[in-house]
């Protein structure tokens, strides 16, 4: 089955600085990679997702990349703010099929 | 709100007891889903469901069973429930094979003692 990995597990940014969380795949088969923010004791909720037959994805300030030959997709949040703090799943699902895979989670920390 | 509820948001039981947890939805999708969360393994599929009275399991499927005899309501049972699934539980529906993402219920807390 499809195996995801998320790094890095914890990341602390100065409030206005960028960050990036890297995930990768195993399945080539993969063609939808969704993106949660799960805030502390709050539902996981999408916050932008991407296909494959796209390489990038913009929403404000955050963006998804996806390199399918490298199987890896990556969140790009830029000047970062207090309320980005929340730990985001990074998720796979291939082609067959409707069952996401998800990555372990990073929690991000936006000190002010 | 989110068109899918979780019941009960807390619940603490004994080892050796069995314990059913709810997922309603209003949405009327044919996808809904278990998965429990744990520091450090993300969000892991326990069983998901494709339709009234299809189920199937996921990767972390021993210990619990499923039920789906209305599209609104999947029940997750743990048959007698141990320390290790202590976790939080969370819900989540989606609409068709090849749709967006999943909407999540608020999740249930469940600690075994």
């Known amino acids: 089955g499809e195996n995801v990995e998320q790094h890095p597990s914890t990341l602390s940014v100065q409030e206005g600085d960028s960050a990036v969380i890297k995930c990768t795949y195993s399945?080539?088969?993969?063609?939808?990679f969704p993106w949660y923010k799960q805030e502390l004791g709050k539902r996981p909720q999408l916050i932008i997702d991407i296909r494959s037959n796209v390489g990038e994805k913009k929403d404000q300030r955050i963006a998804v990349t996806l390199n399918k030959t490298a199987k890896h997709f990556s969140l790009h949040i830029t000047e970062t703010q207090p309320e980005d703090s929340a730990v985001y799943f990074c998720a796979a699902r291939p082609a067959a099929g409707n069952k996401l895979t998800f990555g372990g989670g990073t929690r991000v920390l936006v000190k002010p | 709100d989110a068109g899918i509820t979780q019941s009960p948001r807390h619940k603490v039981t004994e080892t050796g007891t069995p314990v059913t947890l709810r997922c309603h939805q209003t949405?009327?999708?044919?996808?809904m889903y278990w998965y429990r969360q744990d520091p450090g393994h993300g969000l892991r599929l326990i069983h998901y469901?494709?339709?009234?009275?299809?189920?199937d399991k996921g990767e972390v499927s021993d210990g619990y069973s499923v039920s789906r005899s209305k599209t609104e309501d999947f029940l997750l049972t743990l048959e007698s429930a141990t320390s290790s699934q202590t976790s939080v539980y969370f819900c989540?529906?989606?609409?068709?094979?090849?749709?967006?993402?999943?909407?999540f219920g608020s999740g249930t807390r469940l600690t075994v003692v």
């Open positions: 469901s494709y339709g009234v009275k299809d189920t």
């Open positions: 989540a529906i989606s609409e068709s094979e090849g749709a967006g993402g999943y909407t």
């Open positions: 949405e009327n999708h044919r996808y």
């Open positions: 399945d080539s088969a993969s063609n939808y």
